[in-house]
Structure formats: C-alpha cells, structure tokens
Antibody, heavy 123, light 111 residues
C-alpha cells in the first residue's frame, strides 16, 4: 500500500536551514505529482509547495524565494529545502501525494499523507 | 484568515446528523474548482474523506457525504458515532492566488 515517510525535521535557529525528505513506496512515484503541506501548532492546514512529474514547481507566497521543492524519481523521494527560516515556519510538515482529476495540476486533491515532520524555528 | 470559511466547531449527539459548511468565492469554488474534504484525528495526519465534491474513497462509510453548490460546499455526517470526533478541513484551488487552499477547519464534538 501507499506509504510516505518524512524525515529531517528538528530545531533550528531563525535564519537557518533545514532539508526535509519524504520516502515514498507502494506506488509508481514518477507517475504522481507531490506536495508539501504544513500545520502550525494548534492551527489549520496550509499548502506550501507542489511539484509535477517533470519538475514544474509552485510555492505559496509566504515561502517563495526561501523554500525549494525537488524530487528524485530514481530514489522515490521528495525533498523540501528550507532556507532563511522564520519563527512562523514552525509547523508539522506533511508530504502528500497529489491525485489529479482534471487537465491541469489545479484540479488536484491529496489522497495520501505522511505522518509529518516537526520543524521548530527558535527566535 | 482562510480563503475558505468553515465554522470553528459543530456538535451533535450520537445518532444525529451534522453538517459542516465551506464558504468560498468566485475565484475558487465559484470558479468551478472542486471541493475535497479531509478528516484529522488529533495527533494524526489528515486523511482524505471526500474527493471531487461527492466521492468517497474506499473505506469511508456512506453515512458521510459531500455536496457543492455555487460558491460553497457542505459535508454531512449522519448517524454520528464517537469515532467521528475529529477536525475536518475543506480544500479547493484559488485561481486568483494560484494556490491550493484549505478551510480553517471545523472541530466536531460528539456529545
């Protein structure tokens, strides 16, 4: 079955960097678009970034220019490089598989989620 | 402030029916983008509950249903059970922000 496992979370000082990884199994990774979604403590879900199968990428305005999403289809892995971290980036970061039901990536929902990786940015 | 607006909380007694609303605008739900719903049990990752407005993934009971009309959508749960206590989120796409957007979430309490 589909399995997504995040790693790389931790405590970092404001201005620092962190790289999250997501190991995927149970499906043909290269066939699917993928996304990162985060949840600040006690708050709701916030979409962060999205990558297509051919490396077209999208970012939420709050992370654009600081975060970089990438994938390695040979290793069934998704990554999120986070630079210039701020206290407001503190959250659990989920890796999620995007299922498209239309012509473009806009028509996506997230059918499988990892267990999440906690990122804490201290000010 | 979330782009999609949900009530912060709803409650109902076991066996009752509850609905959770998700209000959008002309740049997301009203633009024709579909609505999807997720259930999150505290301390756990979100799980897909309803996709493309009305469809249930395998394993989701048919007492859970979704609908969409105009600029809003709703999630209905009938025959409430204790296991339904969770947070619920709606999700769509906004072509003004060019973002995938979520509602602020609704906490369902089974009395």
């Amino acid at each position: 079955q589909v399995h997504l496992v995040e790693s790389g979370g931790g405590l970092v000082k404001a201005g620092g960097s962190l790289r999250l990884s997501c190991a995927a199994s149970g499906f043909t990774f290269s066939d699917y678009y993928m996304s990162w979604i985060r949840q600040a403590p006690g708050k709701g879900l916030q979409w962060v970034s999205y990558i297509t199968g051919v490396d077209t990428v999208y970012y939420a305005g709050s992370v654009k220019g600081r975060f970089t999403i990438s994938r390695d289809n040979a290793k069934n892995s998704l990554f999120l490089q986070m630079n210039s971290l701020r206290a407001e980036d503190t959250a659990v970061y989920y890796c999620a598989r995007a299922e498209r039901h239309g012509r473009t990536s806009s028509w996506s929902y997230f059918d499988y989620w990892g267990q999440g990786a906690l990122v804490t940015v201290s000010s | 402030q979330s782009v999609l607006t949900q009530p912060p909380s709803v409650s109902g007694a076991p066996g009752q029916r509850v609905t959770i609303s998700c209000a959008g605008s002309s740049s997301n739900i009203g633009a024709g983008f579909d609505v999807h719903w997720y259930q999150q049990i505290p301390g756990k990752a979100p799980q897909l509950l309803i996709y493309v407005n009305t469809n249930r993934p395998s394993g989701v009971p048919d007492r859970i249903s979704g609908s969409k009309s105009g600029t809003s959508a709703s999630l209905a749960i009938t025959g409430l059970q204790a296991e339904d206590e969770a947070d619920y989120y709606c999700q769509s796409y906004d072509n003004s922000l060019n973002d995938w957007v979520f509602g602020g979430g609704t906490t369902l309490t089974v009395l």
